[in-house]
Every structure is written in structure tokens, then in C-alpha cells.
């Protein structure tokens, strides 16, 4: 299957400052790219869906201001998390599709964690 | 609206025996449906879909699934489970037509095979 690849797999920072989340599709055009919040022992909870070029579409209930998306090209997504607090810490995942992919593929996941 | 229903959090199964992990869907149009593993701080990985043609699905290390449109279930069976398939198992659909991209996934069903 296609590769996603997902930067970092863990990170630690500190209140107030603000995180960066890779997300490559590494041999595959990712016309849409999917970020998601998993929460310990539950379900992956949709944050937004970006396309190629135009600006993410946010999930009721996720602050665009504060999970910043950028999807600049083809093979590239971006999860800016601004000015982290520890309620912020948890597991994101970026997923991938392709137009000719009927199914989405992962990262490996970022664990986030916000002392 | 889409949606997806994984009615058990948690299967026990001893190892060598059958394995059965329940899934049902709700879509407007013709589902797309998916099954997808996770270990743990790991993403998900791809195991098997349904989009057309036979119902009875084979995919990765020996998984296979069910699609039934009368009951709208989607369920994943394994004949002879294996203690390294102990993981969280998640089942998700997506209505080509009238949510694009977009997985809706189940909450996630929690598979121990005990040796």
C-alpha cells in the first residue's frame, strides 16, 4: 500500500509555545489529507479536511486559530498546534487519499505532550 | 450522515480459535468500508475494504470480512487467532457520493487472544 509518513512521532514542549506536525505522502499524490485527535482507549475524532491549495474545513468545535492546517502541496500537510497548553497533549494522526485511492492511508501518529 | 457502530469494546479470544469483531453501518448511498488495525502509539494500518463485487473480503495477515447490505454489517473473522493479532481494531465506511473522502470510523473494538 501507499507510504504516509508522519513527523514527529513524539513530542514534548512546553506551555505557550507552539508545535509542528509533518504529514508526507511519500509515493502518492494526497489530494486530500485528514487530521485526527485520539484520545487514550477512544476512537479517532476528525479534526479537519484539507485539499491541495485551499484552506482546511475544521470540524464543529476545533479552533482553526489554535490547530493551524497547511496544505501546500501534493505530497505535504501540516498541524500547527499554537500556543499548546496540556489539555492539548494527545495522540494526532494525519491520514492521506489520493484520487485514485479508495481508502485513506496513516501516519504513524505524533504524540503530543505539553508540560 | 454516515456512522458506524462497533457494538463490543472489547473481544477475548483464545489463541487458535475463531475470532469474530462486529461492525455495522449506517450510510445514504453505497458504503465503502474498511477495517484498520492499530497498535499501540502506532497509526492505523490498512487491513482489508469492501467496495463492490464479492461479499466475503480477504485481506492482510489472514483477516477477512463479511459484507451483508440486508443487516448493513460489515464484520471482521479471523479462523485461528493469534496472540500478535491482540490490538485495537477499528472499522469505518465512507458514502463515496455523498461525503467524498470523508472515513467515519467506529469506536474501536479491543481484541486480547490470551495464549
Known amino acids: 500500500g501507499a507510504v504516509v509518513s508522519q513527523h514527529p512521532s513524539r513530542v514534548i514542549c512546553k506551555s505557550g509555545t507552539s508545535v509542528k506536525i509533518e504529514c508526507r505522502s511519500l509515493d502518492f499524490q494526497a489530494t486530500t489529507m485528514f487530521w485526527y485527535r485520539q484520545f487514550p482507549k477512544q476512537s479517532l475524532m476528525l479534526m479537519a479536511t484539507s485539499n491541495e491549495g485551499s484552506k482546511a474545513t475544521y470540524e464543529q468545535g476545533v479552533e482553526k486559530d489554535k490547530f493551524l492546517i497547511n496544505h501546500a502541496s501534493l505530497t505535504l500537510s501540516t498541524l500547527t498546534v499554537t500556543s499548546a497548553h496540556p489539555e492539548d497533549s494527545s495522540f494526532y494522526i494525519c491520514?492521506?487519499?489520493?484520487?485514485?485511492?479508495?481508502?485513506?492511508?496513516f501516519g504513524q501518529g505524533t504524540r503530543l505532550t505539553v508540560v | 450522515a454516515q456512522s458506524v457502530a462497533q457494538p463490543e469494546d472489547q473481544v477475548n479470544v483464545a489463541e487458535g480459535n475463531p475470532l469474530t469483531v462486529k461492525c455495522t453501518y449506517s450510510?445514504?448511498?453505497?458504503?465503502?468500508l474498511f477495517w484498520y488495525v492499530q497498535y499501540p502509539n502506532r497509526g492505523l494500518q490498512f487491513l482489508l475494504k469492501y467496495i463492490t463485487g464479492d461479499n466475503l473480503v480477504k485481506g492482510s495477515y489472514g483477516f477477512e470480512a463479511e459484507f451483508n447490505k440486508s443487516q448493513t454489517s460489515f464484520h471482521l473473522k479471523k479462523p485461528s487467532a493469534l496472540v500478535s493479532d491482540s490490538a485495537l481494531y477499528f472499522c469505518?465506511?465512507?458514502?463515496?457520493?455523498?461525503?467524498?473522502?470523508?472515513?467515519?470510523f467506529g469506536g474501536g473494538t479491543r481484541l486480547m487472544v490470551k495464549p
Open positions: 450510510v445514504s448511498g453505497n458504503p465503502y
Open positions: 469505518a465506511v465512507r458514502d463515496l457520493y455523498n461525503a467524498g473522502n470523508m472515513l467515519t
Open positions: 491520514s492521506a487519499a489520493g484520487a485514485l485511492n479508495t481508502e485513506a492511508f
